[in-house]
């Protein structure tokens, strides 16, 4: 069975289910890898204002578009990029964006997501992402308000800065409240997902709502540093995923990414290394059965194994009304 690389956006877009995750690639390692990419096939890139790294996505996209032998309109790249928690507020989403295609160096994005839904207030200046207060913790924005955050995204379609827009690290709660308002409605939601937390009832509200999902952090991000206490899947060496791989001649990557790509969900491994980046793109030439794809969604269990827990860290933040995890 053939499987599409692209999904249709309720803004009408095609977006590339495959794509290229930047959090933490270093921006001196990230130019070459997001070339690298585009040249294994990959037309999605996924990065943040907060990864401070949009200036090195900008020049991978710009060299490959350069390159003689590949020469590819913008409009064949699929851009992700997201307004920080320090732009939450009025006036803050237009503002962001700007910088943030200043540092793209392009004209407009194709998605541009709210990328937490708990806004901080007072930074000092431009990297300032966590500001403190004077006594030292995180400054929470109590007053960030969604609607009118959602009105200002809906602007920026008008303005032609992006595609389309979305959520990210939403809970469905949340989402509910913007698309009961909304002239555009959401058409992402990005949050972790990997095979432990495949977050199902996610999944089906976004897809009653017509809401396609980006899974982050889909091999369980093993390269990140983590408090003692975080929850580290060790999927890459998981003993099912690792029979299915060898069933299909694959690596345990390639089924942790395919498995989002059947699902319909759109996936964004990151690397910066040039082999593993052409091997997690190598994703098109097998198909999981039945079976196994029932074997793999018997791997979940649940918000236990949400990982990314970084934010729900700061003091304060889990009794923010916002705060869109219950941990
Ligand atoms: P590297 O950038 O050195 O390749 P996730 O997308 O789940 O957050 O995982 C990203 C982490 O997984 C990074 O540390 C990345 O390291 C590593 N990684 C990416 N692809 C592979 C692969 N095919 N095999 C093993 N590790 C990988």
């Not at 198909?287 to 304060?316: D, T, V, W, Y």
Request: glycine share 8%.
């Amino acid at each position: 069975m053939s499987q599409e690389k692209s999904v249709k956006l309720s803004s009408g877009h095609m977006m590339h289910l495959l794509g290229l995750g930047c959090w933490q690639s270093p921006p001196e390692e990230l130019s070459a890898a997001v070339e690298a990419a585009l040249d294994a096939g990959y037309r999605h890139i996924d990065t943040a204002y907060n990864y401070l790294n949009e200036e090195a996505v900008g020049k991978g996209i710009h060299d490959w578009m350069n390159k003689a032998t590949a020469a590819q309109p913008r409009k064949d790249i699929f851009v992700v990029t997201k307004l920080p928690m320090i732009g939450m507020y009025a006036g803050g989403v237009e503002e962001y964006l700007r910088k943030s295609l200043k540092k793209l160096n392009l004209d407009y994005v194709d998605l541009f997501l709210i990328h937490h839904p708990v806004g901080f207030k007072g930074a000092a200046h431009d990297k300032d992402l966590m500001p403190k207060d004077k006594n030292g913790m995180v400054n929470l924005d109590y007053g960030t308000n969604h609607i009118e955050l959602w009105k200002e995204m809906e602007k920026m379609v008008d303005l032609g800065l992006t595609k389309s827009i979305g959520v990210s690290n939403f809970n469905a709660n949340q989402i509910r409240r913007l698309l009961a308002i909304a002239r555009i409605p959401p058409a992402v939601q990005q949050v972790e997902m990997h095979l432990e937390f495949q977050q199902l009832e996610l999944q089906k509200f976004c897809q009653e709502n017509n809401i396609f999902m980006t899974a982050y952090g889909p091999l369980g991000s093993p390269g990140r540093q983590l408090p003692g206490e975080a929850y580290k899947p060790q999927l890459l060496n998981n003993a099912l995923v690792k029979m299915i791989a060898d069933h299909h001649k694959v690596t345990t990557a390639q089924v942790l990414i395919r498995y989002w790509i059947q699902r319909n969900v759109v996936v964004i491994p990151k690397s910066t290394n040039k082999g593993r980046i052409q091997v997690n793109g190598n994703v098109w030439g097998f198909h999981l059965s039945e079976q196994e794809m029932e074997a793999l969604l018997g791997m979940n269990k649940g918000p236990a194994c949400r990982s990314f827990r970084q934010m729900s860290r700061i003091p304060g933040i889990t009794d923010h009304v916002e705060c869109p995890f219950d941990s």
